[in-house]
């Protein structure tokens, strides 16, 4: 993106504060990306598109009071041609089939780090820097394949995805919250390994951690998932 370019202007639309938060700070990270505002609900998301200049949706797709492909669809109704990267736990393939209609270009899957943020927001940057007329069927072929990640997003050095939704599953299955000793017990690995994973949690905004008191000593950290209202996902 040259000097003279204009950001590229990004609405968070996450009805978790904690996540939103994160989202905006992980999208003003990005060169050429600017966090416009957020919203927490697909009503508040239609207010702010009404009044501002909007070129790409960071929409979770369970919202309290819509689903996100609904408010995508609505918005395509009222004439609203936003781009839109879904950010989503859900795993259902049909969801994604559908969304590729309403203008949905990526999916990003929770929880997730900066990274794959990162990667799938430069990628859409190349995607949508794409100008002119195509000299051919190679050329059409690479704008769209600047939309489609190489591989497996990266996790940090000495995670592993299938840990990761291991420790992920315990800890959503846990109304209390747990230690990372208690996460460490239930996954079968060491106390530090498990810590690990729970501030990977802590730090892409799906978990919470506080101390517990009351016992002689040192107070232990007690991780918590990062739950919405009415559901969690």
């Known amino acids: 993106m040259s000097a003279a370019a204009q950001p590229i202007r990004v609405l968070v639309v996450e009805d978790d504060p904690v996540a939103a938060d994160a989202h905006v700070l992980y999208v003003g990270r990005v060169p050429g990306f600017t966090a ?10 239609r207010r702010l598109l009404d009044r501002t200049p909007v070129d790409l949706l960071l929409l979770d797709l369970h919202l309290p009071d ?18 839109v990267i879904a950010v989503t736990s859900a795993r259902d393939l049909a969801v994604v089939r559908e969304g590729v209609s309403l203008g949905v270009v990526q999916y990003v899957l929770k929880p997730f780090t900066f990274a794959t943020l990162r990667d799938r927001l430069v990628r859409y940057a190349e995607f949508r820097g794409a100008a002119g007329e195509a000299s051919g069927q ?7 394949a600047a939309l489609r990640a190489p591989g497996p997003a990266a996790l940090p050095k000495g995670l592993s995805g299938p840990t990761l939704e291991r420790v992920t599953a315990t800890l959503r299955g846990s109304q209390e919250g747990l230690t990372a000793a208690g996460v460490a017990e239930a996954v079968g690995i060491s106390r530090i390994t498990a810590r690990r994973y729970l501030e990977h949690l802590v730090n892409a905004g799906r978990a919470g951690r506080s101390p517990q008191y009351g016992q002689v000593g040192r107070p232990e950290l007690v991780y918590r998932w990062a739950r919405k209202p009415e559901r969690d996902r």
Do not use: F, M, W
């Open 36 to 45: 416009v505002g957020k919203a927490h609900t697909g009503a508040e998301a």
């Open 66 to 83: 819509v689903h996100g492909l609904q408010l995508a669809r609505s918005l395509r109704a009222a004439g609203h041609h936003t781009d």
């Open 138 to 144: 190679d050329e059409v072929d690479r704008a769209l």
